[in-house]
């Protein structure tokens, strides 16, 4: 069986005013402190199983430099840990949106960031997948 590559290709990303506004209104939300999740199931423009935002306010984290660095920590938190969703959702052919925000005052570790991602993912599929 060969090694399975873990990628985060631009057709994994989820693009477009609307589409993100759809899924942050009417999304089904869990929260895994400092991580919120809100996904919503629906039919995607791509062959991916499922799509991605990330977001960090400046409201939590002043300076841009820590916004972007907890941005590249859930990016690659989520691209190790997303092929066990994606054979999820892949074997019941559904397609899910996704929206990760950041909440907290101070940056976590990258350990931190991949435990609570993993969670959040967990329990989203347990509650609303």
């Not at 892949?90 to 990258?110: D, E, H, K, P, R």
Request: glycine residues 6%.
């Amino acid at each position: 069986m060969p090694e399975q590559r873990h990628t985060f290709p631009k057709s994994e990303r989820l693009c477009g005013d609307l589409r993100i506004k759809e899924v942050a209104t009417t999304g089904r939300s869990v929260h895994e402190p400092p991580i919120k999740l809100i996904g919503k199931r629906m039919p995607l423009p791509s062959i991916a199983p499922a799509q991605v935002a990330f977001a960090v306010p400046s409201r939590n984290l002043k300076r841009a430099v820590d916004r972007n660095r907890m941005k590249r920590r859930m990016r690659e938190a989520y691209r190790l840990e997303k092929h066990r969703f994606h054979e999820r959702l892949g074997a019941s052919g559904a397609q899910c949106a996704w929206l990760f925000i950041y909440q907290g005052n101070t940056l976590v570790t990258f350990a931190e960031t991949r435990i609570r991602l993993s969670r959040a993912l967990d329990r989203w599929m347990g509650e609303h997948g």
